[in-house]
């Protein structure tokens, strides 16, 4: 009789996060990665990493968590670094949520969400997204109860593109007790432009909040994975505890060290493509689309029950997008030739959304 190994029930129907998709010859839109290589001098500085590949990295990140102290204007003991800010989530939710816990956030939102939550065998509570599509945090604070341990609030959202709002933050702050820890997800916080929308570091005062942002977007990092999180320094500290050790590789830290060190060009790369983010929503607003704000990189179509329809009508255009069965499609500003490719693509579509 075969008998095989236990595993823990929670794991039972867990959803799998699904990636863009990628395919030699066609456009890939599917991810929102950055259409830009690398700022200046990063590649030299992570590759003379190299010849210490026989070494293993920096814990604690020393110099990386430096540099963020003085870029941020925080004490270093409130920076924990991790292997993108995907992971340092699912080390907040191991830190903070068990079975019998419950874990809040806006649906639909960053799909890895469900799947950290359902990991650690605490409840998943999913609030419906609002007019807009658009976080409720109102709903969000309302759904609230006794065994609420975390609220992830993702800013810009994943994959519908609003941002939050300064002042409904605000509120929505005061009306969390203050044992439920917050986190906002800032993985988009360079391509954000709205005056009005908040930014989590100026609520640093606030003990129950967690600050998450990426090298992977804006800088063009992706392919090393290396994030960070800007929370109380008890926070920070769980968080680093939930860490797998020497998770950041040595050259991820130095290209990481010197991404930081050029502002000037990171912002004129976010700059051109925040422009035509601009551009390609307001061609889809003509071509009859209903395309919410966006404050991230990319856009988003609801396409509904369509949704399967319209990605593989784009694939046999040349171009993959990804899409979320039932709700709809975001689609990664690209190049301009890449982004004109989709709006062509989408103008032939039929029955605009």
Request: hydrophobic share 45%; glycine share 8%.
């Amino acid at each position: 009789m075969i008998t095989n190994p236990r595993v823990r029930t929670a794991l039972s129907g867990i959803p799998a996060y699904v990636p863009g998709k990628a395919s030699p010859g066609l456009v890939k839109l599917s991810s929102n990665e950055n259409p830009f290589p690398p700022l200046p001098g990063v590649l030299a500085r992570a590759t003379a990493a190299v010849e210490s590949l026989h070494r293993y990295p920096d814990l604690a990140a020393t110099e990386l968590t430096s540099e963020l102290a003085r870029h941020l204007g925080v004490d270093p003991g409130r920076i924990a670094v991790g292997t993108g800010s995907v992971a340092l989530l699912h080390q907040l939710v191991q830190a903070t949520a068990q079975a019998g816990d419950e874990v809040i956030y806006g649906w639909r939102s960053f799909e890895a969400y469900p799947i950290s939550v359902q990991v650690t065998g605490a409840t998943r509570v999913e609030v419906p997204l609002g007019e807009g599509a658009r976080l409720d945090l109102a709903a969000m604070a309302a759904a609230v109860t006794e065994r609420t341990r975390l609220i992830l609030v993702c800013s810009p959202n994943n994959p519908t593109g609003p941002a939050v709002r300064r002042d409904e933050f605000e509120a929505f702050l005061d009306a969390v007790p203050r044992d439920v820890l917050v986190v906002l997800d800032e993985a988009y916080a360079e391509f954000v432009r709205d005056e009005q929308a908040a930014d989590g570091l100026t609520f640093a005062d606030r003990e129950n909040l967690c600050v998450l942002r990426t090298f992977s977007k804006a800088y063009g990092l992706a392919g090393l994975r290396v994030g960070y999180a800007v929370a109380s320094v008890p926070v920070a500290a769980a968080i680093r505890k939930c860490a797998v050790p020497f998770g950041v590789s040595t050259m991820a830290q130095l290209a990481a060290i010197e991404s930081l060190r050029c502002q000037e060009e990171m912002r004129g790369r976010v700059d051109a493509v925040v422009a035509e983010r601009r551009r390609v929503r307001e061609a889809l607003r003509d071509q009859g689309w209903s395309a919410p704000e966006t404050e991230a990189n990319f856009v988003w179509l609801p396409t509904g029950e369509r949704t399967a329809e319209f990605g593989e009508f784009c694939r046999r255009a040349g171009l993959l997008v990804r899409p979320f069965p039932g709700d709809g499609c975001r689609v990664t500003i690209g190049t301009p030739a890449e982004n004109d490719l989709f709006l062509t693509t989408a103008a032939d579509w039929p029955h605009p959304a």
